[in-house]
């Protein structure tokens, strides 16, 4: 059955021009075709992605926030409470009054008290300048060499050749190494974002598009 359904969704008429087959785009005389395998070279360029920011963060960004500045401000640490971290964990980060008032009964302190004991708790949670620098520096190293690369891909005629034939209309363009490259590199950008989006600095722009 997955068989049937694999050539079903891979007929030649739902993805070719009429009269071409897969047969067409196999690889011969040193030319290389892009096929549905060369996904999987997205796999360990994702690693090595993460590798290089883990490094850029701590090599660049960080010594780079110090030279330009910033400074991570400094924050008291609540004082542990299993009560109010609770609280905090599986209810609200900014408890109602009503909630303040039992709490603080519960834990034989003010409400002015739980009130600072959740603004330095919350505070805690934020992320440090230094590290939405060093995000911001990765993606802007990243953008900026994708940029270029995609300048030099694209308008450098040195990687491209006159089309061999004509697809009604399209070019029938064999895949260059270096277009090749800047896909899967582009790719495996966005799928090391994923990887870490659970860790990432949560920016204005998240809540926005959500």
């Known amino acids: 059955m997955l068989a049937t359904l694999y ?10 021009p009429p009269g071409y087959t897969w047969a067409d785009l196999e690889d011969s005389d040193d030319i290389t075709y892009p096929h549905p395998k060369d996904l999987l070279a997205v796999v360990p360029l994702t690693f090595v992605l993460l590798v290089i920011r883990y490094g850029s963060e701590r090599i660049i960004g960080l010594p780079l926030s110090r030279a330009m500045g910033v400074r991570d401000p400094r924050r008291i640490k609540a004082t542990p409470n299993p009560i109010l971290e609770s609280f905090f964990q599986t209810q609200n980060k900014k408890p109602e009054k009503d909630d303040l008032s039992h709490l603080a009964s519960q834990c034989s302190l ?41 300048l030099f891909v694209f308008y450098n005629e040195t990687w491209f050749g006159k089309p061999e034939t004509v697809w009604d209309g399209y070019p029938k363009q064999p895949l260059q190494p270096a277009i090749y490259w800047w896909y899967l590199l582009e790719l495996s950008f966005y799928f090391s974002l ?4 659970s860790y990432d600095v949560k920016r204005k722009t998240l809540k926005a598009s959500s």
Do not use: H
């Open 7 to 16: 050539e079903s969704f891979w007929k030649a008429e739902y993805w070719l």
């Open 110 to 150: 003010s409400v002015r008290q739980i009130q600072c004991w959740f603004r330095r708790r919350r505070n805690q949670e934020r992320p440090l300048m230094s590290k939405k620098f060093s995000e911001s520096c990765w993606r802007f190293l990243f953008y900026s060499t994708s940029f270029l690369d995609g």
């Open 194 to 197: 994923l990887l870490t989006l």
